[in-house]
């Protein structure tokens, strides 16, 4: 696997992925598992997040220069699965720009149709993570990609962060974008119609 693939081996993740994993799980239990291991892997995946310095601050004791995100961060949920993701991902990046993108899986091509955007004209950000819980194929994941390359980021500006990734669906991703950075944990079924109970 691509050494721009970073598998989360973390316990907490592994014990919310085996309860995310059961059938039987109900709707709210599912979000909650997906928040949790979205928060846990936000954090891993901002591990390098440009920092800048904040000079001129007072403590009760001295002054000193602190830290501050130094670029603008977009958070790109995939529709509908990413929404379960993105709150999370805000409570990391308050600030960040939400950028939806709409995208389905046709049944018989197997092929991303994209069904929405709510893309600027141009770039507000400089750093976007892609949040698409599920990486089956890989087709979703490589058109939400394209749309924000086609929007004027370069790959390397683009993370994506899912909660599980076939084989299959990463390779797909790293072989077409092997500039971008992927964060997942290692039967899902269909992550959207098990988050919204349709």
Not at 32 to 56: F, G, N, Q, T, W
Not at 91 to 114: N, W, Y
Request: charged share 20%; with cysteine; glycine share 8%.
């Amino acid at each position: 696997m691509s050494t721009q693939v970073h598998v989360s081996d973390h316990p907490l993740i592994a014990t919310q992925l085996t309860r995310l994993r059961l059938h039987d799980l109900p709707p709210a239990e599912f979000r909650h598992c997906v928040k949790a291991i979205s928060s846990m892997l936000m954090y891993e995946a901002a591990r390098d997040v440009p920092l800048a310095d904040v000079p001129d601050l007072r403590s009760p004791i001295a002054a000193f220069t602190g830290k501050a995100i130094g670029t603008r961060i977009g958070l790109s949920p995939v529709l509908r699965a990413g929404i379960g993701m993105t709150d999370a991902a805000l409570d990391v990046f308050p600030e960040a720009t939400v950028l939806h993108l709409g995208l389905f899986r046709d049944k018989t091509s197997l092929q991303a149709i994209e069904y929405y955007s709510k893309l600027p004209r141009v770039p507000t950000a400089d750093l976007v993570y892609v949040l698409d819980p599920l990486v089956a194929t890989g087709g979703t994941a490589v058109a939400a990609i394209g749309m924000l390359t086609e929007w004027g980021l370069a790959p390397s500006q683009i993370k994506l962060v899912s909660v599980l990734g076939s084989k299959v669906g990463v390779e797909h991703v790293t072989t077409e974008f092997p500039e971008v950075e992927g964060y997942i944990s290692p039967g899902l079924g269909d992550a959207g119609d098990r988050m919204f109970n349709t």
